[in-house]
T-cell receptor
Framework: QKEVEQDPGPLSVPEGAIVSLNCTYS??????FMWYRQYSRKGPELLMY????GNKEDGRFTAQVDKSSKYISLFIRDSQPSDSATYLC??????????FGTGTLLAVQP | DGGITQSPKYLFRKEGQNVTLSCEQN?????MYWYRQDPGQGLRLIYY???????QKGDIAEGYSVSREKKESFPLTVTSAQKNPTAFYLC??????????????FGPGTRLLVL
């Protein structure tokens, strides 16, 4: 079993839809949870950072962490074609090493 | 502008050749990392360095080598021992300890292809 599981998609939605992206994990030592956005042939860009459980909102993006269920989510409201990218979840614990999900490819259709 | 630069953008390697990928950052970050990205496999850690003149192997270090002689620079050499080097290579750095220690910022990547 991988430490972090992420549905690879692809996920296709119409413009304006609410998108839900998810990751599950098995290591209860993870304390830091991140979402990165990666456009094709580019480096990942940090989108959201959350420490421990709870919600964090930034504009159209909301990150949720449920440590009891070992489950994290990224919600995108009013999705735009410019949101089309691969979304990677990442998690860290006591060290500086991050564990990444395999990424979910999202396509927002105009 | 502060950031991480990687060069070249594309690199071609011949059989038996060593090649070096450059990574430079002007963010004053202490820690730097090299990842390899293959389709469907996410990011895999090759090497990381938390301080100048010190570095540790990651999960897939075989066939790679690094140096950290300056805080700003963390070059990666792909040696001839790496039999499947075709991949997208990403360099990252993270700020000093404390809140945000786990946050890593990535460069634009280098795509390595074998001729």
């Amino acid at each position: 079993q991988k430490e972090v599981e992420q549905d690879p998609g692809p996920l296709s939605v119409p413009e304006g839809a609410i998108v839900s992206l998810n990751c599950t994990y098995s290591n209860s030592a993870f304390q830091y949870f991140m979402w990165y956005r990666q456009y094709s042939r580019k480096g990942p860009e940090l989108l959201m950072y959350t420490y421990s459980s709870g919600n964090k909102e930034d504009g159209r993006f909301t990150a949720q962490v449920d440590k009891s269920s070992k489950y994290i989510s990224l919600f995108i409201r009013d999705s735009q074609p410019s949101d089309s990218a691969t979304y990677l979840c990442a998690m860290g614990g006591a060290t500086n090493k991050l564990i990444f999900g395999t990424g979910t490819l999202l396509a927002v259709q105009p | 502008d502060g950031g991480i630069t990687q060069s070249p953008k594309y690199l071609f390697r011949k059989e038996g050749q060593n090649v070096t990928l450059s990574c430079e950052q002007n963010l004053n970050h202490d820690a730097m990392y090299w990842y390899r990205q293959d389709p469907g496999q996410g990011l895999r850690l090759i090497y990381y360095s938390q301080i100048v003149n010190d570095f540790q192997k990651g999960d897939i270090a075989e066939g790679y080598s690094v140096s950290r002689e300056k805080k700003e620079s963390f070059p990666l050499t792909v040696t001839s021992a790496q039999k499947n080097p075709t991949a997208f290579y990403l360099c990252a750095s993270s700020p000093p300890g404390g809140w945000g220690q786990e946050t890593q910022y990535f460069g634009p990547g280098t795509r390595l292809l074998v001729l």
